[in-house]
């Protein structure tokens, strides 16, 4: 229950906040394609640590081979967990996306809808 009870409380925040991330050069016709995920990922110590502009290079190329775009991620303290907001067509291409860039996936849900505290 405490776990489930964070995590609605996370989902919350990070919606909060990807509701915030601009659209505006989106077509209406792909906005209407595209879904909102959270996904749960679980590191090793120290994986993120290598985490630099050539990496993220190709982890957005390859998103973008399967129509996936990484919009945010948050990390906890020791950075062995990422809550990484992307938008997508399915889920599926979601976790090819992870695939192809050799990431974990602990857990996929689709967040359509944006909370705001206003």
Excluded at 78 to 100: F, M, N, Q, V, W
Aim: aromatic letters at 6%.
């Amino acid at each position: 229950m405490k776990k489930l009870i964070i995590s609605i409380a996370m989902l919350s925040v990070m919606a909060a906040a990807v509701a915030q991330v601009p659209t505006t050069h989106m077509t209406a016709a792909r906005k209407a394609t595209m879904h909102r995920f959270l996904i749960e990922r679980t590191f090793p110590a120290g994986a993120l640590a290598g985490l630099d502009a050539e990496t993220k290079a190709k982890v957005n190329a390859n998103n973008a081979s399967v129509g996936v775009r990484w919009l945010q991620s948050y990390a906890n303290a020791d950075k062995t967990r990422t809550y990484c907001i992307y938008e997508g067509p399915s889920e599926s291409a979601i976790r090819e996306a992870a695939k192809l860039n050799k990431l974990p996936v602990d857990s996929v849900v689709e967040v359509p809808v944006t909370l705001t505290p206003k």
